[in-house]
Structure formats: structure tokens, C-alpha cells
């Protein structure tokens, strides 16, 4: 099972992966990172969706993402 991880603390909320994400398993966090933006993240219940594709990962500006198949 493909495991997507987000580096919450560098990213700025800028919602590129969660347009590209084919799933549309990504979404912001309530929470806000140092920075005073709310991360993108995957509830933990919806990772078993993730199909693996980096799409996420190739968008992101700040390469916050990784993904491990």
C-alpha cells in the first residue's frame, strides 16, 4: 500500500496537491503549521485509497511530499 507523507511544517497551503490527487483524498488540516497555514494532509482513514500515483508529489512548489509505494 503506497504511503504519502507530508512535510506539515514547510508547506503553505497552496491546495495544488489536492486538485491533482485522481482520489481526491487530500485535504487542508484544522490545524496550523509555524508558518499560520493549514496543511495539506490525508485523513488517516483515507491513505488505504491512495493509489500511489506522485501526482501530489510532482506539483508540490515546495516538495513537502513524499510518496513511498
Given amino acids: 500500500m503506497p504511503k504519502v507523507m507530508f ?5 503553505k497551503g497552496c491546495g495544488h496537491c489536492i486538485t491533482v490527487c485522481p482520489k481526491k483524498i487530500i485535504g487542508f488540516s484544522d490545524r496550523l503549521n509555524n508558518k ?7 485523513p488517516e482513514g483515507r491513505m488505504k485509497e491512495c493509489i500511489g500515483c506522485a501526482s501530489c508529489g510532482r506539483m508540490c512548489p515546495d516538495l513537502v ?4 509505494k
Wanted: with cysteine; charged share 30%.
Fill in 7 to 11: 512535510r506539515e511544517e514547510r508547506c
Fill in 36 to 42: 499560520g497555514y493549514h496543511p495539506a494532509y490525508i
Fill in 65 to 68: 511530499i513524499t510518496v513511498e
